[in-house]
């Protein structure tokens, strides 16, 4: 490998490896609040694609019942990306209605949980497919517009191509992940965050309303997934209603590999997987999908709690 291939090879890690990072944050915060993986986040992921896709006023193909259908304005693509992520943000409220809250109430065994998000997820990549097909969609050829489709860090004569949406893409997770940093770390709202997964009934009798900071959970953990489906798509396309199922697994692989409930271990997760995927040497890129799994084995073999993640102590 030459240094050329090294730093590029870096660079788009570097890239992958933050939309990986603020895809498992929206697992993970809900993993600190309610100790439960919420397998509909994928599908939400795909549906924030599909409507920042809708919003740049972009028609739906020829299947499906919304077959042709396109909305009567354009957002820019920037807006666009917000407001599509706010809904995917919505729709992640309304799975915590519909598969978390109604056992929750009941006091029902977190594992029935798991599943029921698991159905919800299986109804709504059912309920994409219906409405606009299983085809692949495109965004436009340069949705940031940018103006050039690569940027050169090296010299004319060893140039370092790469190409520029892999620099936005990685920019505005950066800008994403540091918001979050702060509103976590320094807010009040954090604070109370924070002090529900610590421990939510000791939260409640301190007048701390956690249903409504479940809700909010859900609502950021949605909008991340959406804006995580977005930023893949501008860089890969949509492949379609299962878009979101493989990054849905690589995600939970980011969390473990990073420690079960660690916000900073997502991030380190994200950065670790994404830049030992830009590794594999192209002849064997069909094996790409397989790194992040390895990688996690191998890790958890050596420290079974994950990179930044503590070893539970069990009360007895």
Same mark, same amino acid.
């Given at each position: 490998m030459t240094l050329t291939q090294f730093f590029q090879n870096v660079l788009n890690g570097l890239s992958i490896g933050s939309v990986y990072a603020i895809f498992a944050l929206g697992y993970t915060l809900v993993f600190s609040i309610l100790g439960i993986i919420n397998f509909a986040h994928g599908s939400v992921f795909t549906l924030g694609a599909y409507f920042t896709y809708m919003l740049t006023g972009l028609a739906v193909g020829f299947n499906g019942v919304l077959a042709t259908t396109k909305l009567p304005f354009a957002l820019p693509f920037i807006l666009a990306l917000l407001v599509g992520s706010a809904l995917a943000g919505l729709m992640g409220v309304l799975v915590e209605r519909l598969a978390f809250r109604p056992l929750r109430d009941r006091g029902s065994d977190r594992l029935l949980s798991l599943v029921s998000s698991l159905g919800v997820a299986v109804i709504i990549v059912n309920v994409i497919q219906y409405l606009v097909g299983a085809e692949a969609y495109s965004y436009r050829s340069d949705p940031f517009g940018l103006g050039q489709p690569t940027v050169n860090f090296g010299s004319a004569e060893r140039p370092i191509p790469v190409r520029s949406v892999q620099l936005v893409i990685f920019a505005v997770s950066m800008v994403?992940? @540091?918001?979050?940093?702060?509103? =976590?770390?320094? &807010?009040?709202?954090?604070?109370?965050?924070?002090?529900?997964?610590?421990?939510?009934?000791?939260?409640?009798?301190?007048? @701390?309303?956690?249903?409504?900071? =479940?809700?909010? &959970?859900?609502?950021?953990?949605?909008?991340?997934?959406?804006?995580a489906g977005t930023l893949v798509a501008t860089s890969q396309s949509i492949t379609g209603p299962y878009f979101g199922i493989a990054f849905g697994l690589k995600g939970l692989a980011v969390i473990v590999l990073g420690g079960l409930g660690n916000i900073p271990g997502a991030v380190v997760g994200g950065f670790v997987i994404g830049l030992a995927e830009a590794f594999v040497p192209s002849q064997y890129v069909a094996y790409k999908e397989a790194v992040a799994f390895a990688l996690l084995f191998l890790i958890l073999l050596i420290r079974p709690q994950g990179l930044l993640g503590r070893v539970q102590v069990q009360k007895v």
């Open positions: 994403v992940l @540091i918001v979050l940093t702060l509103i =976590i770390n320094r &807010t009040k709202l954090g604070k109370a965050l924070q002090a529900v997964a610590e421990d939510t009934v000791t939260a409640r009798l301190l007048g @701390i309303n956690t249903d409504r900071l =479940i809700l909010f &959970t859900f609502f950021v953990s949605g909008f991340l997934g959406g804006m």
